[in-house]
């Protein structure tokens, strides 16, 4: 079992720049791929982008590719998303997610075993 806690949301005005982190309890973070989402309101819980468990492979949703980086660094039990160029419909509450398996459904929020509480990422026009 891993625990999950996101940091770094906040407010921003629009082409700015946030960096959100997921720490990740435990010994295994290395054994899971890792996963970003967000939901805002009124809204159902979107893939934002998706890490394998080495850092080799990324995945992005298209409304965020050329904008946003994920990254980890498994010595940090850790899990980054740069968010550069930010939009309006960017706001959201972003979630970071813990699943066993890379390859197939890295969109889908159904694959995630493992939540973060999130972060709250408001950006101003």
Same mark, same amino acid.
């Given at each position: 079992?891993?625990?999950?806690?996101?940091?770094?949301? $906040?407010?921003?005005?629009?082409?700015?720049?946030?960096?959100?982190?997921?720490?990740?309890?435990? &010994? #295994?973070?290395?054994?899971?791929?890792? $996963?970003?989402?967000?939901?805002?309101?009124?809204?159902?819980?979107?893939?934002?982008?998706?890490?394998? &468990?080495?850092?080799?492979? #990324?995945? %992005?949703? *298209?409304?965020?590719? $050329?904008?946003?980086?994920?990254? &980890? *660094? /498994?010595?940090? /039990?850790?899990?980054?998303?740069?968010?550069?160029?930010?939009?309006?419909?960017? #706001?959201?509450?972003?979630?970071?997610?813990? =699943?066993? /398996?890379?390859?197939? =459904?890295?969109? *889908?929020?159904?694959? %995630? *075993? %493992?939540?973060?509480? $999130? #972060?709250?990422?408001?950006?101003?026009?």
């Amino acid at each position: 079992q891993v625990q999950l806690v996101e940091s770094g949301g $906040g407010l921003v005005q629009a082409g700015g720049s946030l960096r959100l982190s997921c720490a990740a309890s435990g &010994r #295994t973070f290395s054994s899971y791929a890792m $996963g970003w989402f967000r939901q805002a309101p009124g809204k159902e819980r979107e893939f934002v982008a998706a890490i394998s &468990r080495s850092g080799y492979n #990324t995945y %992005y949703a *298209d409304s965020v590719k $050329g904008r946003f980086t994920i990254s &980890r *660094d /498994n010595a940090k /039990n850790t899990v980054y998303l740069q968010m550069n160029s930010l939009k309006p419909e960017d #706001t959201a509450v972003y979630y970071c997610a813990a =699943r066993s /398996n890379w390859g197939s =459904r890295n969109y *889908d929020l159904r694959a %995630y *075993d %493992y939540w973060g509480q $999130g #972060t709250q990422v408001t950006v101003s026009s």
